[in-house]
């Protein structure tokens, strides 16, 4: 009997805010001393009160909408009640009946549900003892859910990757998976081949800190399972973590129900509704992005470069009225004139700017330089007047190549152009 592997991701994303989801503390606490960035609301004591950061509700808003979902004219913030030590209130404040955005999809995969909560403190685990760090404590969270619809561990790594981009290019979060600003749960189960149903259980994989992971994980998990359902035995639902060093998946803890939660609306926090929040217009997929850009004479590589970089992408954008693509793109990624970041597009446009003023060839040296050209390259210019356009790209490559750069093209084209036509 053949099985097939049922799979669906879940992805949580730390918000890039300045500050915590419903306190003042900072958002950005890696590396700071344990604890020094917590306050009475972040660490649950009695009577704090919490306030919603408006900035993650719209980072929220903006990423549901760019992932084509519906976004929710009222959505709620509930409280996940279970006890854990990282969780100093007893209860988590997160998103349940009433999430942001729903029924979503990117690159065909269908999203469930993107939805905003609190992310808990830290467990640190020292040779015989527990400590806890709060200091993540209540940083802004965004959860997104897919349908189980990825059938081999490879198209959920795709995927992965490509919603990465998009969270990044949105400017989102960092979406470090090295910092823990980026963290991946994948469920997994097998059905017998051909069968429409869903498996009657599912298995829940944690503990995945890279996508290299996310396959490695998923292909064990489904041989494990393989093994245990072709022997006729059942397959129990679980939360199984993957072992990195041993590339095993152990069991966790059996899987809580949905109910266990006792999730009620948070009597502190009114309902959010549109008015809450920007509704801002269409927004590009990471795909659509980057087909503008190879479009514009871009390589795959730079194109993904910039997918990557949100600020680098926006001083490329802004370099796009002055410049050629490909050339923005060479100075950017390049760093011809030193740091893009800090120059800016207007830096940078400046700088270029000088350099022409000082290196362009005057017109006699250039008119002189295209004319050797054309009698070094009588093939080119016979093809010219046959009628082959791609010839003058050829003499304009040879004239640029003759005057090391230093004219403008579109001069040395016109130049070209009127030698050949005289
Ligand atoms: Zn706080």
């Known amino acids: 009997m053949k099985f097939e592997p049922v799979i669906g991701l879940e992805v949580h994303v730390q918000v890039k805010t300045k500050s915590k989801m419903f306190c003042g503390c900072p958002a950005d606490t890696f590396g700071k001393e344990p604890n020094s960035a917590t ?10 009160l919490p306030v919603p950061n408006r900035t993650a509700v719209e980072r929220t808003v903006l ?17 996940k009640n279970y006890f854990y030590p990282d ?63 990825f059938s081999d561990p ?100 059996t899987k809580e129900e949905a109910f266990d939660y006792r999730y009620f609306p948070e009597p502190d926090l009114p309902p959010l509704t549109s008015k809450s929040f920007k509704v801002s217009k269409k927004l590009e997929t990471p795909k659509e992005i980057r087909e503008k850009y190879l479009s514009l004479g871009l390589s795959k590589q730079y194109a993904e470069v910039l997918l990557l970089d949100k600020k680098l992408a926006e001083i490329f954008d802004g370099l796009l009225s002055s410049l050629e693509g490909k050339d923005a793109a060479n100075i950017v990624i390049n760093r011809r004139f030193g740091d893009p970041k800090k120059l800016g597009a207007e830096g940078i446009l400046k700088a270029l700017g000088k350099e022409e003023k000082k290196e362009l060839l005057s017109e006699g040296k250039l008119l002189k330089a295209a004319e050797e050209v054309v009698l070094d390259n009588q093939a080119a210019v016979s093809d010219y007047a046959s009628g082959k356009k791609a010839a003058l790209q050829f003499l304009l490559g040879q004239l640029m190549k003759e005057t090391k750069g230093q004219i403008d093209p579109k001069e040395g084209a016109k130049v070209l152009k009127d030698l050949l036509n005289a």
């Not at 990423?63 to 409280?79: G, H, N, P």
């Not at 404040?93 to 999809?105: D, K, M, N």
């Open 39 to 48: 306050c009475p609301v972040c660490l649950g004591l009695p009577g704090a």
């Open 154 to 253: 490879a198209s959920a790594k795709t995927f992965l990757k490509e919603l990465r981009k998009l969270i990044v290019h949105l400017g989102v979060s960092d979406a470090d998976m090295e910092k823990g600003s980026m963290r991946l749960e994948a469920n997994v189960s097998l059905k017998k081949t051909g069968e429409k149903t869903l498996p009657p259980y599912k298995v829940e994989l944690k503990n995945i800190n890279s996508f290299g992971f996310t396959e490695k994980a998923l292909k064990v998990e489904i041989s494990r399972q393989e093994e245990i359902l072709a022997k006729g035995g059942s397959v129990s639902q679980e939360t199984r973590g993957f072992d990195e060093k041993r590339g095993t998946t152990f069991s966790q803890r």
């Open 63 to 79: 990423l549901a909408q760019a992932l084509s979902c519906e976004i929710a004219d009222f959505s709620q913030f509930e409280r």
């Open 87 to 149: 969780l100093p209130k007893g209860f988590q404040i997160s998103q349940y009946s009433g999430p942001i955005g729903v029924l979503g999809s990117l690159e065909g995969v269908k999203i469930t549900r993107v939805h905003l909560e609190e992310d808990t403190g830290r467990l640190v685990h020292e040779s015989s003892t527990t400590l806890v760090d709060f200091n993540r404590s209540g940083v802004p969270l965004i959860e997104i859910v897919t349908e189980p619809v």
